[in-house]
């Protein structure tokens, strides 16, 4: 209600899904370990990511949400790697960008909340 900025890691983006009325599912297997590849649909580029999960958010349920946004996908399964709040300062990922398993390709996302707590 606040509107206060936040930024979801992992366990937190599946928080946000669900406080919106997303449901999670667990995975089969999981997504684990490094050089996982996401896609982020707002920028069209992939990142080389870090995740430890074995839970994903529904994605027929996040797009058919009016309050949430797809930002990224596992380019593996195509499981929802992102989510926004279209009317909020909320962003989340379903990855480890501050694991820097390698390359820094998610370090965007920590400007982008910096920037939304200057807002």
């Known amino acids: 209600k606040r509107n206060l900025p936040l930024f979801g890691i992992c366990l937190g983006h599946q928080v946000i899904a669900l406080a ?11 997504h684990r ?27 027929e349920e996040a797009e058919a949400n009016t309050d949430l946004e797809v930002t990224h996908v596992h380019l593996n399964d195509n ?19 501050e694991a820097s398993p390698g390359p820094h390709d998610s370090s965007y996302l920590f400007d982008q909340f910096i920037e939304n707590i200057k807002k």
């Open 20 to 30: 919106n009325g997303v449901s999670t599912y667990k995975m089969h297997n999981g």
């Open 79 to 97: 499981t929802v790697a992102g989510i926004a709040m279209k009317n909020k300062n909320v962003f989340s990922v379903q990855y480890h960008p």
């Open 33 to 59: 370990g490094i050089n996982h590849p996401v896609k982020n649909l707002k920028t069209g580029k992939g990142e080389i990511t870090s995740q430890n999960h074995g839970f994903a958010v529904n994605r």
